[in-house]
């Protein structure tokens, strides 16, 4: 297929990579061309100039930039170079808002858009392990599965456009909750002057075993933060989640305490660790 892919960031780009080593003809733009030379240099892929170039005549379209704006400026960009029936796929975090406005231009166009944010981090991208919750067309969600499933193990259609995007803010919810009570987990045994590995043991095969335990734990207990998923993007999902909270009058008094506990953490200067540097702020004197 020929496929057009905006964002060849640290997300973007090994999910642009997996689609040329299926076989699909790709042309990557990226704000920084030198990121997009590098990508096509690595890859085999096409190098596009513009976002309007890497639109060209694509079937599919698929972006992975960073917010709101960065959406609206790149399908805008992208829908005129594309013919009728063309499918825009938006693997960035949003607000349902934005999901909602791109596919209604789209299908001013005679194009579809669909929201379809993913859960998996940079490893998931890396080793195309995935999780995708889209909303928008079922019809065209179907038509461009087979090639999400490039990089995905799972893409689970949630309802119409906005619906992505609500279901990603679940999984922050569910996120944030998780990787606090671990970080005072943490904190609890190693101020209680408890073996923290032998802790890990006893614990991770019982109720209180999660991913966040399995893959965080030992390194949150030894204070090392540089495992994906960093604190400022975080923080700008929990913004979406709060915003939508607001409207839809869900109640997320955990959530919200949880976000000023990462704006702590910026404060300390940990803007670029990874969400489980909750627990820093716990090991600070």
Same mark, same amino acid.
């Given at each position: 297929?020929?496929?057009?892919?905006?964002?060849?960031?640290?997300?973007?780009? %090994?999910?642009? /990579?997996?689609?040329?080593?299926?076989?699909?003809?790709? *042309?990557?733009?990226?704000?920084?061309?030198?990121?997009? /030379?590098?990508?096509?240099?690595?890859?085999?892929?096409? !190098?596009?100039?513009?976002?309007?170039?890497?639109?060209?005549?694509?079937?599919? +379209?698929?972006? !992975?930039?960073?917010?709101?704006?960065?959406?609206?400026?790149?399908?805008?960009?992208?829908? %005129? @170079?594309?013919?009728?029936?063309?499918?825009?796929?938006?693997?960035?975090?949003?607000?349902?808002?934005?999901? /909602?406005?791109?596919?209604?231009?789209?299908?001013? $166009?005679?194009?579809? +858009?669909?929201?379809? %944010?993913?859960?998996?981090?940079? @490893?998931?991208?890396?080793?195309?392990?995935?999780?995708?919750?889209?909303?928008?067309?079922?019809?065209?969600?179907?038509?461009?599965? %087979?090639?999400?499933? !490039?990089?995905?193990?799972?893409?689970?259609?949630?309802?119409?456009?906005? @619906?992505? $995007?609500?279901?990603?803010?679940?999984?922050?919810?569910?996120?944030?909750?998780?990787?606090?009570?671990?970080?005072?987990?943490?904190?609890?045994? $190693?101020?209680?002057?408890?073996?923290?590995?032998?802790?890990?043991?006893?614990?991770?095969?019982?109720?209180?075993?999660?991913?966040?335990?399995?893959?965080?734990?030992?390194? *949150?207990?030894?204070?090392?933060?540089?495992?994906? +998923?960093?604190?400022?993007?975080?923080?700008?999902?929990?913004?979406?989640?709060?915003?939508?909270?607001?409207?839809?009058?869900?109640?997320?008094?955990?959530?919200?305490?949880?976000?000023? +506990?990462?704006?702590?953490? $910026?404060?300390?200067?940990?803007?670029?660790?990874?969400?489980?540097?909750?627990?820093?702020?716990?090991?600070?004197?």
């Amino acid at each position: 297929m020929k496929i057009g892919f905006a964002g060849l960031g640290v997300m973007g780009a %090994p999910m642009a /990579r997996h689609l040329v080593q299926a076989g699909h003809d790709v *042309a990557g733009f990226n704000r920084s061309p030198a990121k997009a /030379r590098a990508w096509a240099g690595a890859t085999g892929g096409r !190098c596009a100039a513009t976002v309007a170039e890497a639109a060209a005549g694509a079937e599919l +379209f698929i972006l !992975c930039v960073g917010n709101d704006d960065d959406v609206r400026e790149v399908v805008q960009a992208a829908l %005129p @170079s594309m013919g009728e029936g063309a499918v825009l796929v938006d693997h960035t975090t949003t607000s349902a808002r934005v999901a /909602r406005e791109m596919a209604d231009l789209a299908s001013e $166009q005679g194009a579809f +858009f669909i929201d379809a %944010p993913v859960s998996g981090g940079q @490893s998931g991208a890396e080793n195309g392990q995935l999780s995708v919750m889209a909303g928008g067309d079922a019809a065209a969600l179907a038509r461009a599965e %087979p090639v999400l499933m !490039c990089y995905a193990k799972a893409v689970k259609h949630m309802g119409p456009s906005g @619906s992505g $995007q609500l279901t990603k803010m679940v999984n922050q919810i569910a996120i944030a909750g998780v990787v606090q009570g671990l970080a005072e987990a943490v904190h609890f045994a $190693q101020t209680a002057g408890l073996d923290t590995d032998a802790v890990y043991d006893a614990v991770s095969r019982g109720a209180a075993q999660s991913w966040q335990m399995d893959n965080r734990w030992k390194t *949150a207990a030894a204070g090392q933060f540089d495992f994906g +998923f960093a604190v400022d993007w975080m923080r700008k999902d929990l913004g979406l989640v709060l915003d939508e909270a607001r409207d839809n009058g869900a109640r997320l008094a955990l959530t919200a305490l949880v976000d000023q +506990f990462y704006a702590e953490v $910026q404060a300390m200067g940990g803007s670029r660790w990874d969400t489980s540097s909750l627990a820093a702020r716990l090991q600070k004197p």
